[in-house]
């Protein structure tokens, strides 16, 4: 009986081909696919040898995959069959330069393509496997459908993926009819009787927009202290909340309690504003206001390419943080005192701007770190900044996750998305989406006509 047990399982057992794409937002895949057999191209070392020196997140990615690799395979060769560390895992092997007899990618396709190899690959191990379903695994849509279209299965890597995003989490909820009392009770003070407020508490910190007729009563529910309390509207740093999720926002960013923030919207929404004037508020309690974004590539070139030095290389990219570092400045325009305080906050560095890139290996210790456009970040990006984090450090993520520019990442599969699902539950933790644009009416025609 264990026989035919054991003999079911290799037969219903697959080989999932994993291309470069794949290995560059997670160099740990191999370790994912469970019991199955994952198989690697040797075009894809080829190419991941291109991409071991650097101090991109790829270039760690790529070598930290070749020494597992390394690790996985000690003294026995990778061109058979070796299995992985992991338990209950499957095997693993590196497919040489293979043709399939029957359907060549190459002679479909064109010949000299690294693409059209890593087929062939897959369609050799599909020939040689007959009992196995071999599915290339891919983030590249159009290598998918060229497999698709040689009845090769292929699908994307799901690992890190959001199944859902347009029921992600948005961080607050309005409630209709809610108690009058308690609304003009949580006005006056924090409310700790939550268990008797009706509120659909959730497992982690929430926002509430409270409403009975005419009464409105916005408030934040504190997870760890069971306790609800009402939301300011006043300005920060002389900005001011133009509506009610702005208001969230800021409160979850001067909230002490909360280390980890989240704000999500569309261009226009303020998220990286808010962030920068709440930052400045607090410019006291921190050693370093820290705001960076991460710099994606034009035209697939590395900014190793735009002339200049270093500085003059990432100002364009920076841009976007100086011209809200500006406004911040301009409402400050009768107060000579504050404006040259500005300037030498950024002066001293005490506000530093910078890519994303530079603080890599450093410690977060005390410092208040706003990373703008996280929607271009791959989860395992941010879960290595994140855990940089120090004592006393909090850190922001703010991004438009339907605006993403880095190849190979989506709505579903980028760092913030991941974020938002998967922390919303922590105590430390706080998120809020912004729908409403406050930059112009014209930002917000393109918003939501174009």
């Known amino acids: ?3 035919k047990v054991k003999s079911g399982s290799v037969i219903s057992k697959k080989i999932f081909v994993l291309d470069t794409s794949v290995i560059l937002y997670d160099h740990d895949a191999i370790n994912n696919f469970q019991e199955h057999d994952v198989a690697i191209p040797i075009q894809v070392l080829e190419e991941l040898d291109n991409f071991k020196s650097g101090n991109d997140t790829r270039n760690f990615e790529a070598r930290s ?4 690799i390394d690790q996985t395979s000690k003294q026995k060769l990778i061109s ?4 992985l560390n992991r338990l209950n895992s499957g095997m693993f092997k590196v497919v040489l330069n293979e043709s399939p007899l029957k359907t060549n990618a190459e002679e479909i396709f064109g010949k000299g393509k690294t693409d059209h190899k890593i087929l062939n690959a897959a369609l050799s191990l599909k020939e040689q496997n007959p009992n196995k379903k071999v599915i290339l695994v891919s983030k590249d849509i159009c290598l998918r459908l060229k497999a698709k279209a040689l009845d090769l299965n292929a699908e994307d890597y799901e690992t890190g993926k959001i199944k859902n995003v347009d029921e992600l989490y948005a961080g607050k909820t309005e409630i209709a009819n809610f108690d009058k009392a308690i609304i003009d009770e949580v006005k ?7 268990a008797e407020s009706s509120l659909p508490l959730r497992n982690g910190n929430h926002f509430y927009i409270l409403k009975n007729k005419r009464k409105t009563a916005n ?4 997870n760890s202290l069971k306790t609800i309390s009402s939301v300011s509207t006043d300005a920060v740093f002389k900005i001011k909340p133009k509506n009610t999720e702005q208001a969230f926002a800021i409160n979850a960013l001067l909230d002490p309690n909360i280390k980890l923030v989240s704000i999500q919207g569309n261009a226009g929404t303020g998220k ?4 920068l004037a709440s930052a400045l508020e607090q410019r006291r309690d921190f050693r370093q206001i820290y705001v960076t974004r991460p710099i994606v590539s ?3 070139k590395d900014i190793g390419f735009l002339p200049g030095d270093a500085k003059s290389k990432i100002d364009p990219f920076m841009a976007p943080i100086w011209d809200n570092l500006r406004f911040i400045k301009e409402q400050f325009s009768g107060d000579e005192k504050m404006v040259a305080k500005i300037d030498e906050l950024i002066s001293t560095e005490k506000i530093a701007i910078a890519p994303l890139a530079f603080i890599r290996g450093r410690t977060l210790t005390k410092i208040f770190f706003i990373i703008d456009e996280a929607q271009n970040l791959t989860p395992h990006e941010v879960k290595t900044i994140i855990s940089r984090a120090g004592e006393q450090t909090k850190i922001v993520f703010t991004g438009d996750i339907y605006q993403i520019d880095t190849p190979y990442l989506d709505s579903e599969s980028n760092g913030l998305s991941y974020l938002i699902e998967h922390a919303k539950d922590h105590p430390l933790y706080a998120h809020i989406t912004l729908h409403k644009g406050e930059r112009s009416e014209l930002a917000n025609l393109a918003n939501d006509l174009l």
């Open 1 to 3: 009986m264990a026989k």
């Open 65 to 68: 995959f070749i020494r597992l």
């Open 80 to 83: 058979d069959w070796v299995a």
């Open 188 to 194: 006056q003070k924090t409310f700790a009787n939550v």
């Open 219 to 222: 408030v934040f529910y504190n």
């Open 272 to 275: 990286t504003l808010l962030a």
């Open 298 to 300: 034009l035209s697939n």
